[in-house]
């Protein structure tokens, strides 16, 4: 049986390589009933999750690691997060204007859905009162010039971090899978030239798992199937969820940025204000005196 929402760590205790492996079951399920979506498109959501669920290890403070693409194909925008407390999320927006043939539909790639544009890696630190130093929210924009995900972020980490990466992803309509290998900035006594032989090594061995192994086996046998003959050192495993970070207070907060000449119009058709969370459908209904309160009493109607 696959693993279920989980993310295993492991090294390489000969050279400096490292590796992580995570699959999503649960909280892909509790994403894709908020997305209900074509076949393809569902598969990429999933590709999106396990992707920021490998990125989130790279988490060192609070905070959250967002993996956004914008695009001019049917999907205008897809967007995965995770956060400190490995709670993940995901959003897919479809362009009203295009119409998918029923081949991109059943097996197009993330090139074909999105079109051209760009893909956005940021991560935000969250902000405490008892924090008193200065964390800068960082973003990395990635061309999105591979027809895979996973072609994208390798290019993105070869620019940005200057590690050779390699990825791999699968997804079906139960489990999301993300397979990451990384060479290391050399802290072993090693050989240059053997280090990367057993890079070589390591990642002709990773290149022979399948779409089937990632999805059906637990982490564990995947890796043992891969790297028997190889000293391989596994964590203990991250357990993720699904999670939305809405909130009564954040609509709140959004209420006040949108002006209050606009409150006034939406009093003045509806008297009251709904907002609904398009992450996890959640409603939030504010009447006329909640509105007028929060706005300090400078709502007219």
């Given at each position: 049986m696959p693993s279920n929402d989980l993310l295993?760590?492991?090294l390489f205790d000969d050279c400096d390589v490292r590796g992580e492996i995570v699959t999503l079951s649960n909280s892909y399920s509790e994403v894709l009933s908020h997305n209900p979506h074509v076949p393809a498109i569902r598969r990429l959501l999933g590709e999106f999750l396990a992707a920021v669920g490998l990125l989130s290890s790279t988490l060192k403070f609070d905070g959250r690691i967002i993996l956004q693409a914008r695009g001019d194909g049917p999907i205008s925008t897809i967007m995965a997060e995770c956060n400190h407390h490995?709670?993940?999320?995901?959003?897919?927006?479809?362009?009203?204007?295009?119409?998918?043939?029923?081949?991109i539909a059943a097996h197009g790639n993330m090139q074909q859905l999105l079109g051209n544009g760009v893909l956005v890696i940021s991560v935000e630190p969250q902000r405490s009162e008892n924090f008193e130093g200065k964390l800068e929210r960082h973003q990395?924009?990635?061309?999105?010039?591979?027809?895979?995900?996973?072609?994208?972020?390798?290019?993105y980490f070869q620019?940005?971090?200057?590690?050779?990466?390699?990825?791999?992803f699968a997804a079906d309509d139960n489990s999301a899978t993300g397979f990451l290998i990384q060479a290391l900035p050399q802290q072993l006594n090693t050989n240059p030239d053997d280090n990367r032989d057993k890079w070589e090594t390591i990642i002709t061995l990773a290149e022979t798992i399948t779409r089937e192994e990632l999805l059906e086996l637990d982490h564990p046998t995947v890796l043992y199937r891969l790297f028997n003959e190889q000293p391989v050192r596994i964590f203990d495993p991250k357990k993720l969820h699904f999670a939305c970070s809405c909130s009564k207070e954040r609509c709140a907060s959004a209420l006040l940025t949108i002006g209050i000449e606009e409150v006034e119009e939406l009093l003045i058709e509806k008297g009251h204000i709904d907002i609904d969370c398009q992450f996890c459908n959640q409603h939030y209904h504010f009447a006329a005196d909640e509105v007028r309160k929060l706005l300090g009493g400078n709502v007219l109607h």
């Open positions: 295993h760590r492991f490995n709670s993940l999320r995901g959003i897919v927006r479809i362009n009203e204007d295009i119409e998918l043939t029923e081949e990395g924009i990635v061309p999105m010039d591979a027809e895979s995900l996973a072609g994208c972020l390798e290019h620019q940005s971090e200057q590690l050779a990466t390699r990825l791999w």
